[in-house]
């Protein structure tokens, strides 16, 4: 019998809409900010969360990022048409 594939977080990114990526990144930054702030007062039990919100924020920028060029790209594509 087959496993099934757990989805990676990159595909599960990939199919979210404009929106949600929009609120997924807001979402990212406020826990950013808020890990900071536990770490100036040492609170933050955890380091190494904070460079897991870095890169998650990262990826979201990439994905957002990446559906502005092909949108660049299929218009350019329908002018020259």
Sequence with gaps: MARRRKKTVSEELRGLSDEELARKLEEAYRQL?????????????????????????????????????????EAAQKEVS
């Design 33 to 73: 900010f808020t890990l900071r702030l536990k770490l100036s007062t040492r609170q933050l039990a955890n380091h190494r969360e904070l460079p897991k919100v870095r890169h998650q924020i990262a990826r979201i920028k990439t994905f957002q990022r990446e559906r502005e060029l092909a949108a660049a790209w």
